[in-house]
């Protein structure tokens, strides 16, 4: 069974950009789709992102649609996370999660982001 | 707002069953048989319980079952253990590659 590992949170200002990134493991990275799904402290899960395995097809919550940008790269096993124009609402835990059979099968451990001034 | 509404909470004594509902409000979810479920401990990631509605990945237990009817899935705990007690979550494939997850129902093991 796979892993993935999130990296690239923090504490960051409002208005501020960061990264996150997402090494996979275990499994063939280059045949599935692949997510970003975040929780703020003490909330439910927030489906954020999706990139087709091909990295050209991607799709956005409207919460973060123009701010954040999903990408990939299979040939290091990769996934990114692109925020910018960070705002307090974006304070979550963020979790990397693989898609297969329309479900989410492997999730990371998951990355904190805090905004905050 | 979620297109998926579950209840806030659950209970039940060991050996019960629960079942918890996960209603589409949506009509751009309630066309699809992609509704899977998560069990969240704590401090933990969410796990796979559930996928297509009734499907168990290998390793979960045959107590945990799923069932559609109409417009409202539902998660069935079998034989509820104390460590069944967590967090639970329905998603649904809502189309263009979009997802949607309910808000969550916390079960609480008496």
């Known amino acids: 069974e796979g892993q993935l590992e999130e990296s690239g949170g923090g504490l960051v200002q409002p208005g501020g950009s960061l990264r996150l990134s997402c090494a996979a493991s275990?499994?063939?990275?280059?045949?599935?789709?692949m997510n970003w799904v975040r929780q703020a402290p003490g909330k439910g899960l927030e489906w954020v992102s999706d990139?087709?395995?091909?990295?050209?097809?991607?799709t956005y919550a409207d919460s973060v649609k123009g701010r954040f940008t999903i990408s990939r790269d299979n040939a290091k096993n990769s996934l990114y996370l692109q925020m910018n124009s960070l705002r307090v609402d974006d304070t979550a835990v963020y979790y990397c999660?693989?898609?297969?059979?329309?479900?989410?099968?492997?999730w990371g451990q998951g990355t904190m982001v805090t905004v905050s001034s | 707002q979620s297109a998926l509404t579950q209840p806030p909470s659950a209970s039940g004594s060991p050996g019960q069953s629960v079942t918890i509902s996960c209603t589409e409000t949506?009509?751009?979810?309630?066309?699809?048989?992609?509704v899977s479920w998560y069990q969240q401990h704590p401090g933990k990631a969410p796990k796979l319980l559930i996928y297509?509605?009734?499907k168990r990945p290998s390793g979960v237990p045959d107590r945990f079952s799923g069932s559609k009817s109409g417009n409202t899935a539902s998660l069935t705990v079998s034989g509820l253990q104390a460590e069944d007690e967590a967090d639970y979550y329905c998603?649904?494939?809502?189309?263009?590659?979009?997802?949607?997850f309910g808000g969550g129902t916390k079960l609480t093991v008496l």
């Open positions: 949506s009509s751009d979810v309630d066309n699809y048989n992609f």
């Open positions: 275990g499994f063939s990275f280059g045949a599935y789709s």
């Open positions: 998603t649904s494939y809502a189309g263009a590659y979009t997802w949607v």
């Open positions: 999660v693989k898609d297969a059979r329309w479900a989410f099968d492997i």
């Open positions: 297509e509605v009734t």
């Open positions: 990139i087709r395995s091909n990295g050209i097809g991607t």
